[in-house]
Structure formats: structure tokens, C-alpha cells
């Protein structure tokens, strides 16, 4: 049996490159590896755009296309979305009443995007619960693995230590403590050399066009001291090498980074080269989306199909949790047995009843034969 595997991707946006690269690569490698859920968490986005939802359903459109025509098989991982999910609802509830108010104010991304994010009022309870939806989402499919980067690691440790408080306050073996998967994934910057990000405006999406790519690269900082093509460059100063990096092959790595140390190329040239190389990275996914948009129920499928699974996941281990905070007597595991016993109860009787007759039968010819003695040696 395959290890399982939960990580969760927030609609805030059209997916981008960073995405791409940084996550969603590795999900479709370890789709091969484990029993993966991939969770679209689009209550989790509520939580800071509570005030204009609009945009939510696009970008849930946009991420489920991209999942799929970036490579996940709904053959081979659970493709959901939170909202339709019911359990981690009810699961982030039940957890909110044995969670602390200190330990989530202590997560260092509370107090965090509160200073960043200037133009939302973050001051609300579901913003501070964020960590324990998180937490219900990983906690209720019992997964041991959490691929996730690296600034997702305290929200692991407190989805850790609300398992622990879990078991200590209801039973021991209920809930699985969950590991980081920290695989290498390459920091994607963006236009502006600052990590790529919507809410940085720097990005490139995964469905810009060529054209419109080609455009955002040409104008992409490069190294600030070459200001003439002559002036020869450190291309690790240059954003446009980092994401050479990730896109090109090593040889090309190798090749335009000397040529930009001795001059030998200039600016432009390097972009074109990476231009050519984001498209040919970008080229298979397109293809699979212009399949996919010919066919719009398949997306819909794939959603239901997976919302199902995910479902029916987390309803045995919400069955085990209700069990265990006493807000139910029974469980459905619990039916199961006692029908099992029943039926195995009544197949004994009839056994036994049978076995009766039988008896009764052997002893009325038994009977019939010692009458026979006993008269004969005069006993009766
Ligand atoms: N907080 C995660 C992020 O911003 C998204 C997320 C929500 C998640 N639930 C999850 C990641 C469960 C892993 C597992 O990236």
C-alpha cells in the first residue's frame, strides 16, 4: 500500500510560472510515488479576499485546467476542491475548540501578512484560524506527507502539534502526524528579480501568450552595471540568468552565463534564448489545454470524481473523530461489526438449532434400540 500524500494550492490568482515550477512539477512526480490528494483550497483563499470572492471562481477554473494540462492524472491522484468537501469544515471546527489562541498567534505568517497586506482588514477570526483549517485539511485524509515549501513549515508544526493535543485530550492512534515533503524546488523570481508572485505584479502566467511572454521577458531587469552590451556582466546578478536556471538546459546555463561575464553576448541575445526555452517548457501544456477546452464536462468530471473520493476519505476518519469527542455513540465501523455479528449470531443459532434436531433425531433411534436392551436384559 502506497504512503499518502495531501498538499493544498490557494486560488488567489492565475496560476504563473512560480507555481509551475515551484510545485506543481513535483506533485505530478509524486503522483507516480504515493496515494496523492491534491486539494484545491479555495476557502482557505476566503480568508484574505473575503471582501471581493468574484475573482475565487475563475481562478479554481484556472488552477483545475492547469493541474491537468501540467500533467496530474485524475488516474492516479484525487483532484478536489475544499468547499466540497464538507469534513474539513467540520473537522476545522472540532480542532478550533482544543486549539490555543497563543500558538496561532505565535504563527510567524499571521503577524506577517497582517503588517504586509496593507489593503485588507486581516483582523478576523477566520483569518487567524487559517493554520487550523490547514491543519483539518492535512489531519482529516490521515497523510503522512506534506509536500509544501519551506515557508509552509510552521503551519506543519502546528497541524502537528493540534494532532498531539488531539490524541492526548481523545486516544492515542486516531490521527497521523504529517511530514514536510521538502523537495529541492527552485525559487522562481519574477520580472523584477523579486520572487514571483501576483500580488508583485511580476509574474508570468501559465496562460499569457507567446507573445505576451516574449514581451514580459524582453522587458525583464538585467544585471544593473551593464548598461552597454560591451560592459561585460555577473549573471548572478540578473534575474533573467535565475531563470535561465530553471528553464534552460545545463549547457545552455553554462554557456550563456561565460558569454555574459566576457561580453560576448548581450542582453537581448540571452533573453531570446530563454524565451525560446520558457515556450518549449510551456508548448506541452498548451497542447493538452486545447484538448481539454474542447471538452468542458471532462474538467467537471474530473472535480466530481475527486470530490467523491475525498469525501468518502475523510467521512471514515470524521467517523472515528466524532466517536472519539463523543458527539456520536456509534460508528459507522461500529454498524459494520455489529451487522457482521449479527449475521454471524443468526448463522450460529441456525447451527446450533440444526445440530439440535439432529441430536434429537439420534437419540429418538437410540432410544428405540435400548428399549430393546433393557427389555431383553430386564431392566425395564
Ligand atoms: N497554506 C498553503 C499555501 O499557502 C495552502 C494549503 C492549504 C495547504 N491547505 C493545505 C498546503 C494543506 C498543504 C497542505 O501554500
Redesign the pocket.
Known amino acids: 500500500m502506497k504512503e499518502r500524500v495531501?498538499?493544498?494550492?490557494?486560488p488567489s490568482g492565475y496560476l504563473h510560472l512560480g507555481n509551475f515550477a515551484g510545485a506543481l512539477k513535483n506533485w505530478v512526480r509524486l503522483q507516480d510515488i504515493y496515494e496523492c490528494f491534491y486539494?484545491i483550497?479555495d476557502w482557505?483563499a476566503l480568508t484574505s479576499n473575503y471582501a471581493a470572492p468574484a475573482p475565487i471562481a475563475d481562478y479554481k477554473q484556472d488552477m483545475l485546467l492547469n493541474f491537468i494540462a501540467a500533467g496530474l492524472d485524475p488516474n492516479k491522484c484525487t483532484i478536489f476542491l475544499q468547499s466540497e468537501v464538507k469534513q474539513h469544515a467540520e473537522l476545522h471546527l472540532l480542532l478550533s475548540m482544543i486549539t490555543p489562541l497563543g500558538w496561532l498567534e505565535r504563527v510567524p505568517t499571521y503577524k506577517e501578512k497582517q503588517t504586509e497586506i496593507k489593503d485588507k482588514d486581516l483582523n478576523t477570526y477566520g483569518f487567524l484560524g487559517y493554520p487550523v483549517l490547514?491543519a483539518a485539511?492535512?489531519l482529516v485524509y490521515r497523510a503522512r506527507h506534506?509536500p509544501?515549501g519551506v515557508d509552509?513549515i510552521p503551519?506543519l508544526e502546528l497541524t502537528r502539534e493540534i494532532a498531539r493535543r488531539f490524541e492526548f485530550l481523545y486516544g492515542q492512534g486516531i490521527l497521523v502526524e504529517p511530514e514536510g515533503l521538502l523537495t529541492e524546488s527552485p525559487k522562481v523570481v519574477g520580472l523584477d528579480g523579486r520572487k514571483m508572485s501576483k500580488s508583485y505584479d511580476n509574474a508570468i502566467y501559465l496562460s499569457d501568450t507567446p507573445e505576451i511572454i516574449e514581451k514580459k521577458i524582453k522587458t525583464m531587469m538585467t544585471d544593473p552595471a551593464r548598461k552597454r552590451k560591451t560592459d561585460t556582466g555577473d549573471p548572478e546578478l540578473s534575474p533573467v540568468f535565475a531563470l535561465h536556471k530553471i528553464f534552460s538546459s545545463s549547457e545552455e546555463i553554462g554557456r550563456v552565463a561565460a558569454a555574459c561575464k566576457t561580453a560576448e553576448i548581450g542582453c537581448i541575445d540571452c533573453k531570446a534564448i530563454l524565451i525560446k526555452n520558457v515556450l518549449k517548457v510551456l508548448q506541452p501544456l498548451w497542447k493538452r489545454r486545447e484538448g481539454l477546452a474542447k471538452s468542458p464536462s471532462v474538467l467537471k468530471d474530473i472535480l466530481n470524481e475527486g470530490n467523491k473520493r475525498a469525501a468518502t476519505e475523510a467521512e471514515k476518519t470524521m467517523e472515528i473523530i466524532r466517536k472519539a469527542m463523543k458527539l456520536s455513540k456509534i460508528t459507522k465501523a461500529e454498524i459494520d461489526i455489529n451487522h457482521a455479528f449479527m449475521t454471524l449470531k443468526e448463522l450460529l443459532i441456525k447451527h446450533y438449532h440444526d445440530e439440535g434436531k439432529v441430536k434429537a433425531e439420534a437419540a429418538a433411534e437410540a432410544e428405540k434400540t435400548m428399549g430393546i436392551i433393557r427389555k431383553a436384559m430386564k431392566i425395564s
Do not use: R
Open positions: 495531501l498538499s493544498g494550492m490557494q486539494c483550497v482557505h490547514q485539511d492535512i506534506i509544501v509552509q503551519h
